[in-house]
């Protein structure tokens, strides 16, 4: 890991200061000594990946394209201290995985602070690969403490809408999320 500068302290600090104020079963801050699901060898694997959603990810496509060995590390929330020399490994393919919601997009802001990582989680091309893009009934409203957070993602992760794209962007500006859940599900079901 790599010495953080005083921009990036001061970011960490707002957004462990945010989810600190604004727990409400939305904004996770799990006890430290609460352990995360770990799986595979970090020292070894040649793709690293950081879920809050990890029962999920066998559903996610396109995972067997990434570098293997492959070691996931879940944990809903913030991460931890002990999180990080995991999710560090050996690897520098580092992905995220998570909601299309305030507090996986501040998780993911937090982390990459931290290391080099990269968004991998529901955007609008997560959905077209899916194919659930078009299925409006898998949007969920935003909580209050996750509305008012729409106005700090800017300040805390500049980048947030170029990470979603423009659909999921609209998502939240429209008061909603999309979670792993309903973007990964089988449409065919329902139809």
Avoid at 72 to 95: E, K, M, Q, W
Wanted: charged residues 25%.
């Amino acid at each position: 890991m790599a010495h953080m500068n005083q921009a990036s302290q001061d970011r960490v600090d707002e957004i462990e200061a945010w989810f600190l104020a604004h727990e409400d079963g939305e904004f996770g801050v799990v006890p430290s000594d609460y352990a995360s699901v770990r799986i595979g060898d970090a020292a070894t694997a040649r793709t690293i990946v950081y879920t809050t959603k990890h029962q999920c990810l066998r559903r996610i496509r396109n995972l067997s394209q990434l570098p293997e060995p492959i070691a996931t590390l879940g944990r809903y929330g913030l991460p931890t201290d002990d999180d990080l020399p995991f999710v560090c490994g050996s690897s520098p393919t580092r992905i995220f995985i998570g909601d299309c919601d305030p507090p996986d997009i501040l998780v993911f802001a937090w982390l990459r602070e931290h290391l080099p990582i990269v968004w991998h989680g529901v955007n609008d091309d997560f959905l077209e690969r899916h194919g659930t893009r078009s299925l409006n009934w898998i949007r969920i409203p935003l909580s209050a403490a996750e509305r008012k957070s729409v106005s700090v993602l800017p300040q805390l992760c500049p980048d947030f809408r170029t990470l979603l794209g423009k659909y999921c962007s609209s998502v939240i500006d429209d008061g909603f999320k999309i979670e792993l859940e309903g973007a990964v599900i089988d449409s065919n079901v329902f139809a």
